[in-house]
């Protein structure tokens, strides 16, 4: 079973609606840079959320408008979703058939975490002003009320999203956040790393290693 901890950091991201399980989940896939389509208000947006679930940071960042502040909250969904991959994949390595239920766990939390707002977005309401937009997250056409919008601006004639005026309607932008998801990456690698060395003999002792390094 996928640790509380664990849980505690992903389920922010949950909403009332069952999560929409996709197929392709890169979960042990390498980073990849996104091609960066800023031509409209939803191309926009999914580049800027695609950018996040592959780990390009970058491209993200430049998808997006904001201060560095604004920005830490893609450094710290890259490293948590990185963190979760590389700590799925030390468990299936190292433990093999004692990790299969923690597995499934954590690839939904990836899926939660990372294509779930995609698919989300992709279903979006887009409400287009000359200068600015308002993305409304939907399942077949139909707002989905409990999930807070994105809003984007044109920069330059380009759209990107506008960090501030989002995090204003969703708590999960705000820097603390951030910072808590970058701590918790830091945590999930190292013990990933723990764990490929051979530190923890049994499953039971790298999970209840894992309560203790992830930061409350």
Known sequence: MLSDLIRRYFALWAAALPVLVLPGCGANGPKSRVWADLSGPKPAALTFLRAIEQGDAQTAKNASLGTPQDKQFVDGMVALLDGLKAY??????????????????????????????????????????????????????????????????????????????????????????ARRYLAAGKALHDAARQIASGRYKTFAEAERAMDVQLPP
Request: hydrophobic share 40%; proline share 10%; aromatic share 4%.
């Open 88 to 177: 799925d994949r030390a468990l299936l390595s190292r433990f093999g058939p004692q990790a299969a239920a923690a597995d499934v766990d954590l690839k939904q939390a990836i899926l939660t975490l990372a294509q779930d707002p995609l698919a989300r977005i992709e279903d979006g309401i887009v409400r287009e002003g000359p200068d600015t937009a308002e993305i409304d997250p939907a399942f077949h056409g139909v707002r989905l009320t409990a999930r807070p919008p994105i809003y984007l601006r044109k920069d330059k004639g380009l759209w990107r999203v506008d960090l501030p005026a989002t995090a204003r309607q969703d708590p999960r932008l705000d820097p603390v956040v």
